[in-house]
């Protein structure tokens, strides 16, 4: 019979959902600020920074889960704070352009989570074909004038999604914590374990 390994299957964060997620958001971010906020502002790069820790620390917490749990669990954490930090600047942009915020009931909302986009281009032909219906609806002004609002919401969208998924995620990763313990605790029953073999 063989002994459990000392360590564990770990990385593989670009099968997981939460990783893909915050990529996209990552990139929908690259292309959002470079098109509507300065190159030159603190807003463009603290907005960038804040979707490129939410990717790289999920990835980060993944391949150390091996031989650390409790700092797969705080990196996971870190990168939930990020996601929420950028929400807040998204938020922040659409206020001061005096552009609508979408409430938690919105249609366009839950039609972009069932849609699913997996790459920034997707999302921008999503938002084109949003601003093409709603111009359609209202019968004025030119679609290209709703793509600052829609793209924000989008990626205020996906954004929480991501932070949803994670949120799970850390729950899931504080349980497992609390009932299988970390690499230490891994360590010590590899160990007691080839002690009982040479015994027997």
């Known amino acids: 019979m ?13 099968r997981m959902r939460s990783f893909q997620v915050a990529q996209l958001v990552y990139d929908v971010t690259v292309r959002f600020c470079d098109r509507y906020v300065d190159r030159r502002s603190r ?9 490129r820790s939410g990717v790289q620390n999920i990835a980060e917490g993944s391949e150390v889960s091996a031989t650390s749990k ?6 996971t954490q870190v990168a939930r704070a990020s996601l929420e930090e950028l929400k807040l600047d998204y938020e922040d942009f659409l206020r001061q352009h005096g552009l609508r915020q ?8 839950q039609e972009l989570v069932e849609a699913r986009p997996r790459t ?6 999503w938002v084109a ?29 996906l954004a ?17 914590f609390e009932a299988e313990g970390g690499f230490t605790e891994r360590l010590h029953g590899v160990r007691s374990a080839k002690r009982r073999q040479g015994m027997g």
Do not use: C, F
């Not at 979408?102 to 909302?109: A, I, T």
């Open 160 to 176: 929480t999604v991501a932070g949803y998924l994670l949120d799970r995620q850390i729950r899931a990763l504080g349980e497992g």
């Open 120 to 125: 920034v281009d997707e999302v921008a032909s």
């Open 102 to 109: 979408w409430e938690r009931q919105e249609g366009l909302r």
């Open 129 to 157: 074909e949003a601003a093409r219906r709603q111009r359609s609806a209202e019968g004025k002004g030119a679609p290209g004038e709703l793509y600052p609002e829609l793209s924000a919401n989008a990626a205020l969208t």
């Open 43 to 51: 807003t463009h790069d603290q907005m960038v920074q804040a979707a």
């Open 70 to 75: 409790k700092m797969e669990l705080k990196l």
């Open 2 to 14: 063989g002994t459990e390994p000392l360590l564990p299957p770990h990385g593989g964060y670009r």
